[in-house]
């Protein structure tokens, strides 16, 4: 069964870096999208964007671009979200998951597994 | 930007059907999927395309769609059904992924 794990919550302060980790296991990591959300009570589930393992094909969502990094490690099967410069609009749950295509193609796609979520908490 | 509504929350006692709505501009056009979103934990799919049921999905979970509105239906609604539910399409013209905000259902 395909699972996605994430690294484990993380305390920072506004300013510094970050880069959290999506582990995949039991599917073939290079072929499948991965994508990212942020999750905050304010605002919801929002799509951060998507990248692509096999060649780190990257699409981003305009809220996000120049705001993250996507990442990848092949080796590790392992996906990953970085930022140079935290803010405390930051906080929130972060999750990564699997991109199914539908049978017609990229504009059928849902998100199957989901990682467990990780929570980001920034101070100011 | 493609925009989907749900309403905030919905509450059914166990054993009634519970719909849950996700609107949104000629949403019929596009592929519609269902998310259950439990306290702490991270989303599930439970429709996918419209009215495909995810594996492990019990048959009381069905999906619908028409011109402006996509219906999440849930049958003989059981406690354990109490979550949050999310709609989600790929936006066809800005090729972005839109969630909706999610319907919190309550088991009375």
């Known amino acids: 069964e395909a699972q996605l794990v994430q690294s484990g919550a993380e305390v920072k302060k506004a300013g510094e870096s970050l880069r959290i980790s999506c582990k995949s296991s039991?599917?073939?990591?290079?072929?499948?999208?991965i994508a990212w959300m942020r999750q905050t009570p304010g605002k919801g589930l929002e799509w951060m964007g998507i990248?692509?393992?096999?060649?780190?094909?990257?699409r981003y969502s305009p809220s996000f671009k120049g705001q993250v990094t996507f990442s990848v490690d092949k080796s590790t099967k392992t996906a990953y979200v970085q930022w140079t410069s935290l803010q405390a609009s930051d906080t929130a749950i972060y999750y990564c998951?699997?991109?199914?295509?539908?049978?017609?193609?990229?504009?059928?796609?849902?998100?199957?597994?989901w990682g467990q979520g990780t929570l980001v908490t920034v101070s100011p | 930007s493609f925009v989907l509504t749900q309403s905030p929350s919905v509450s059914v006692a166990p054993g009634q059907t519970a719909k849950i709505t996700c609107g949104g501009r000629d949403i019929g056009r596009q592929s519609v999927h269902w998310y259950q979103q439990r306290p702490g934990q991270a989303p599930v799919v439970v429709v996918f395309d419209n009215t495909g049921r995810a594996s492990g999905i019990p048959e009381r979970f069905s999906g619908s769609s028409s011109e402006n509105t996509a219906t999440l239906t849930i049958s003989s609604v059981e406690a354990g059904d109490e979550a949050d539910y999310l709609c989600q399409v790929w936006d066809t013209n800005s090729d972005h992924v839109v969630f909706g905000g999610g319907t919190r259902l309550t088991v009375l």
């Open positions: 039991a599917y073939s990591f290079n072929t499948d999208w």
């Open positions: 990248i692509y393992p096999g060649d780190s094909d990257t």
């Open positions: 998951a699997r991109r199914i295509v539908g049978s017609s193609g990229w504009f059928t796609s849902w998100f199957d597994p």
